[in-house]
């Protein structure tokens, strides 16, 4: 069974740019979880939909950050325009169930470079 | 959620046993005990969770005294592929719609 993949695994753009981050989850799960590591940061929550629906954004960072999961499939992560803060590395994660399903899967990552 | 501290950093060698203590003062009644582990470049990997007393899988033990303020990760005789970031986490997953709250974590190194 295929993981979490996440495309790109590297974006570099500069500052006022606008970059999109795709996650594809673990075909079958509900839940879709992004969570981010800033430079010298701890890996911080960002939003979590249940199928194509936002649970929980109450980690979007500002109005820059745009996340979608049309159809309850793949989602996507624009940010729009970047900062030089948004710089880190974009995980995205996803499980089966809601409720006491704790064992979430991790994507490899997107690392963002904002110059 | 409740805040945890656990060492930065960890030296061992391997085929030793390697334990990875976490505190969590202000556990609350309906908390879960999770540990993930993560190496360079790739996204954290559940190991173990627990409520109380002790769990034990194919990778790890996870030990948790009766006042639940605490609780340490087991890795028996470790491997070189063992050295990575240890993550604690503490929460009530079941109303928190299954956010993970991360900490600085233990980076473990194991040397030869």
């Known amino acids: 069974e295929a993981g979490v993949t996440q495309f790109p695994s590297h974006s570099v753009i500069e500052k006022g740019q606008t970059v999109t981050l795709r996650c594809d989850p673990i075909?079958?799960?509900?839940?879709l979880y992004w969570y981010r590591r800033v430079m010298g940061k701890e890996i911080k929550f960002l939003l979590h939909f249940v199928k194509e629906s936002k649970q929980d954004e109450s980690g979007m960072p500002n109005n820059r950050f745009l996340a979608e999961r049309t159809g309850g499939t793949y989602s996507t992560l624009k940010v729009q325009p970047a900062e030089l803060e948004d710089s880190g590395v974009y995980f995205c994660?996803?499980?089966?169930?809601?409720?006491?399903?704790?064992?979430?899967?991790f994507g490899p990552g997107t690392r963002l470079t904002v110059t | 959620l409740a805040k945890t501290t656990q060492p930065i950093s960890m030296d061992s060698y391997e085929g030793q046993e390697v334990n990875i203590t976490c505190s969590h003062n202000n556990i609350a009644t309906n908390d879960y005990i999770t540990w993930y582990q993560q190496f360079p470049s790739q996204g954290p990997r559940f190991i173990i969770q627990g409520y109380k007393t002790k769990v034990t899988n194919e990778v790890a033990s996870l030990f948790i005294p009766a006042d639940r303020k605490s609780s340490t990760l087991s890795l028996p005789r470790v491997s070189l592929s063992d050295t990575a970031v240890y993550y604690c986490?503490?929460?009530?997953?079941?109303?928190?719609?299954?956010?993970?709250?991360f900490g600085g974590g233990t980076r473990l190194m194991v040397k030869p």
């Open positions: 075909s079958g799960h509900d839940n």
């Open positions: 994660a996803s499980s089966p169930r809601l409720a006491g399903e704790v064992e979430q899967y």
């Open positions: 986490l503490v929460g009530d997953y079941n109303n928190a719609g299954n956010m993970l709250t």
